[in-house]
């Protein structure tokens, strides 16, 4: 791991909270309220507090169910399924689609494309998006990579041009974008404290009701349990790992859903998972899965270029690193104090 700094934290603390985000006994200083719904291929729950909290949720609510109508590939009449089989034409999308759109192409460029937004036809043939999962061949792959490359989609204010093949999928940055966007409507509502968990996804607004921070379980990518507790307040928490969504072949082999642009086939890249914290959901939800592709000493230098944004990495070898912003906040569980872990300096 290459690093300007680069120290071993021997924790050992004492585990003496268990509760989560949401669960905190507290919650009688502010009236709280809570819808849940499924949108974004996942479930979501919004939980806000104070007078206004009920309205503000079901606005909130109505805002992201607007946006998956817009952003579905599979949905015929929502403007990314138009686009994406638009045959080589232009199609004019909302403002919300080509803001979406710029965003997850920007990313991609600032990521040496790890994260590739047109990436579905190889997605696809690999069953992730089916949920008949194979192993598709070399030559396969291959033909599918031609028609991969977010440099060769084309924008001109609200107009989008792919050519005939090329598909868009918006998904490694729509969850976190509509958790901004929900969270703004909050906000428009005065609401200072809500947590939004959009199928792991975390976006927090303020503080709990108390002003204490959200306290979230970091998953353990080889158990499935909690590895640890990370406190924040106003940020955004996203996680992703080829844990999420697997299968096993035929020949013996796990195989992951985060695809490696360079080759088409799952991402070996030596971590397990990959969490990244900041402001907005969007950076989030882009950096975790661009990330996850690129490796943990990649990941540490685009980090070090970077300042928008904390993360840990948990390493297939089970060593955890702590970028040093959050070092403070993050305390691994009594049960996985023998991993080692290490703060991340610039």
């Known amino acids: 791991m290459r690093t300007q700094r680069l120290c071993c934290l021997v924790l050992g603390v004492l585990f003496l909270f268990t509760a989560c985000a949401g669960q905190d006994a507290q919650t009688d200083i502010a009236e709280e309220n809570k819808t849940s719904f499924f949108a974004m291929d ?8 104070g007078k ?19 952003w579905s590939v599979t949905d015929e009449n929502s403007e990314i399924y138009r686009v994406n089989h638009s045959g080589g034409t232009a199609v004019e999308v909302s403002d919300e689609t080509a803001a979406l759109l710029h965003f997850a192409l920007g990313m991609a460029d600032k990521t040496g494309g790890a994260l590739e937004p047109t990436i579905y036809p190889v997605l696809t043939a690999w069953g992730f998006t089916t ?31 792919l050519e005939q093949g090329m598909m868009l999928d918006l998904g490694a940055v729509g969850k976190g974008y509509a958790g901004d966007l929900a969270a703004e409507v909050l906000r428009n509502h005065n609401i200072t404290s809500a947590l939004l968990d959009i199928g792991g996804n975390i976006q927090a607004i303020g503080a709990k009701p108390d002003g204490t921070p959200w306290r979230l379980g970091l998953r353990d990518p080889f158990s499935g349990g909690t590895i640890g507790i990370l406190q924040v307040t106003d940020a955004a928490v996203v996680t992703s790992g080829n844990y999420e969504k697997f299968f096993v072949g035929q020949d013996g082999e ?4 985060l695809i490696d642009p360079a080759s088409g086939r799952p991402a070996k ?16 939800d882009a950096l975790s899965t661009a990330l996850f592709i690129m490796g943990a000493d990649k990941a540490v230098e685009y980090w070090n270029d970077n300042m928008d944004f904390e993360m840990i990495l948990i390493t297939d070898e089970g060593e955890i690193f702590v970028t040093e912003g959050i070092a403070d906040s993050f305390i691994v569980d009594d049960a996985h104090s023998d991993m080692s872990v290490h703060m991340v300096g610039r």
């Open 42 to 49: 996942t479930y979501v729950t919004l939980t806000a507090y």
């Open 52 to 70: 206004d909290s009920r309205e503000a949720l079901s606005l909130a609510q109505g805002k992201m169910e607007a946006l998956e109508r817009l």
């Open 131 to 161: 949920g008949e999962q194979r192993i598709p061949t070399e030559k396969e792959i291959e033909g599918l990579l031609a028609a991969v490359g977010y440099d060769r989609v084309k924008t001109e204010g609200n107009m989008v041009l």
């Open 254 to 257: 796990t195989y992951g859903h």
């Open 269 to 284: 890249s030596g971590l397990a998972s990959v969490t990244v914290i900041a402001k907005e959901g969007r950076i989030c």
